[in-house]
């Protein structure tokens, strides 16, 4: 049974700190969280950088953590809780595309997106049947795409660009030698 790596948790716990403290400052500048999806992108990144198992749980724990530290994202409506499911699905798949399956960065990320917002519809329709919200799957997701496009094209830029530098950044360091010269 594969074990995860201490330091990959505390990779974890970075991208978690960046996934409650980001929307912060989108909140302190007045705009909204469901336009530009600011807990999106660390949760991506540690399923892309880390491992999907990290994306995972970033995914399912930034909504909590965030809810217990600021009140947001609310629980009732049911905005938390099919955070939780959209966004772990979106570390786990990222992390899976990209690191286990090698899969380019942008596919990865379309597909990651495509399949978290697939999980937003399954615990919508969830939360429909079960607890008895008055919410349509179908036209909560299409609302949540449509109100975040602005952060869907954020997330389409930044996630790809971030990736490829800090990979890129990792390879270099380790290819310098303590004098800070390459081979």
């Known amino acids: 049974m594969y074990k995860t790596p201490l330091k990959h ?8 700190g960046l996934a409650v403290l980001i929307p912060q400052f989108f909140h302190m500048a007045g705009v909204a969280g469901t336009i530009f999806l600011p807990m999106h992108i660390p949760v991506m990144l540690a399923g892309m950088l880390v491992c999907p198992m990290i994306g995972l749980y970033v995914g399912i724990f930034a909504p909590v953590i965030s809810y217990l530290l600021t009140g947001m ?6 905005i938390m809780p099919l955070m939780i499911v959209e966004l772990g699905a979106y570390g786990f798949m990222s992390g899976l595309l990209y690191r286990i399956l090698k899969k380019n960065v942008y596919v990865s990320l379309i597909i990651s997106m495509v399949a978290g917002r697939m999980a937003l519809a399954a615990a919508a329709f969830a939360a429909m049947q079960f607890f008895g919200f008055k919410l349509s799957p179908i036209i909560y997701v299409k609302g949540a795409v449509v109100t975040g496009l602005p952060g869907i094209v954020m997330q389409l830029v930044l996630v790809p660009t971030l990736v490829v530098l800090v990979r890129k950044g990792v390879e270099y360091a380790r290819s310098a030698d303590s004098s800070g010269t390459t081979e």
């Open 9 to 16: 948790y505390m990779y974890g716990s970075f991208f978690l």
């Open 73 to 78: 994202p609310p629980v009732s409506p049911p």
